[in-house]
């Protein structure tokens, strides 16, 4: 049967096709260490190419919900209950709990406009004294803490009627709709135990974190936004794969 009917609009055949094998593997369609269809089987099914495919397969690679065997073909990972993320892709955090099968909910705690830190400043390649929304925000997946964010967005040529909208959902989805989505990210990756970051009664204790600090990017190569989201340990896993 033909699925083609679900892989047209805006979005890439490629990033359709892997949203769509995911929603199936996330419903129970496929099993843990099942064999998924064929490259072949999914160029028919789907009417689209081998390339497209490949390419769905290797974001679903990326994601940890898929394990890519040459010659063998790809199977569906064991990944248990937890949230992972792929730290090759760029994706908005609401989107990743969503699709690993919990309900995602952001709580801004704090908005402030302001002008930018000596460090936001040379991290956005902004002018001194620049004005910036600055937002501290809470990540939960079926209500439990699962990271704090800290996102600072430079305001300027920012549309004014879409200000209060940061940090009241996902910030990728307002920056989207403001024209100016992250295409890329530069980011850092640390152990942090600070019991000061969190705040209200799921606050871990003792406060470990793995902190992914972040600048995004826009197509054109702007900095768009710069992120530190302190991660509780053991909440969320990211994978990295290996090249060969």
């Given at each position: 049967?033909?699925m083609?009917?679900?892989?047209?609009?805006?979005?890439?055949?490629?990033?359709?096709?892997?949203?769509?094998v995911r929603s199936?593997?996330m419903?129970?369609?496929?099993?843990?260490?099942?064999?998924?269809?064929?490259e072949?089987?999914?160029v028919r099914?789907?009417?689209?190419?081998?390339v497209?495919?490949?390419?769905?397969?290797?974001?679903?690679?990326?994601?940890?919900?898929?394990?890519?065997?040459?010659?063998?073909?790809?199977?569906?990972s064991?990944?248990?209950?937890?949230?992972?993320?792929?730290?090759?892709?760029?994706?908005?955090?609401?989107?990743?709990?969503?699709?690993?099968?919990?309900?995602?909910?952001?709580?801004?705690?704090a908005?402030?406009?302001?002008?930018a830190?000596?460090?936001?400043?040379?991290?956005?390649?902004?002018?001194?004294?620049?004005?910036?929304?600055a937002?501290?925000?809470?990540?939960?997946?079926?209500?439990?803490v699962?990271a704090?964010?800290f996102?600072?967005?430079?305001?300027?040529?920012?549309?004014?009627?879409?200000?209060?909208?940061?940090?009241?959902?996902?910030?990728?989805?307002?920056?989207?709709?403001?024209g100016?989505?992250?295409?890329?990210?530069?980011?850092?990756?640390?152990?942090?135990?600070?019991?000061?970051?969190?705040?209200?009664?799921?606050?871990?204790?003792?406060?470990?974190y793995?902190?992914?600090?972040?600048?995004?990017?826009?197509?054109?190569?702007?900095?768009?936004?710069?992120?530190?989201?302190?991660?509780?340990?053991?909440?969320?896993?990211?994978?990295?794969?290996?090249?060969?």
């Amino acid at each position: 049967m033909s699925m083609s009917a679900s892989l047209r609009g805006r979005t890439s055949l490629a990033r359709q096709l892997a949203e769509d094998v995911r929603s199936r593997i996330m419903s129970g369609e496929f099993a843990p260490g099942e064999r998924l269809p064929s490259e072949a089987d999914l160029v028919r099914r789907y009417e689209v190419s081998r390339v497209t495919v490949r390419t769905a397969l290797r974001t679903l690679e990326a994601q940890g919900l898929v394990d890519v065997r040459h010659g063998s073909g790809s199977f569906v990972s064991d990944f248990g209950g937890g949230i992972r993320a792929g730290l090759q892709e760029l994706r908005s955090i609401s989107d990743t709990i969503r699709e690993m099968g919990h309900e995602p909910r952001m709580e801004r705690h704090a908005s402030e406009r302001r002008p930018a830190t000596a460090t936001e400043t040379a991290k956005l390649g902004i002018p001194v004294g620049a004005e910036v929304l600055a937002l501290e925000r809470m990540v939960l997946a079926d209500e439990q803490v699962v990271a704090y964010s800290f996102d600072v967005v430079p305001l300027d040529g920012f549309p004014v009627e879409l200000v209060h909208q940061l940090g009241a959902g996902s910030l990728f989805a307002t920056l989207a709709e403001a024209g100016i989505m992250p295409s890329r990210a530069l980011a850092e990756v640390h152990a942090i135990s600070d019991e000061t970051i969190g705040w209200g009664p799921q606050k871990p204790v003792p406060g470990l974190y793995v902190l992914l600090d972040q600048v995004h990017f826009s197509r054109r190569g702007s900095a768009v936004a710069y992120s530190r989201t302190y991660f509780v340990e053991g909440r969320f896993q990211f994978v990295v794969l290996r090249t060969n």
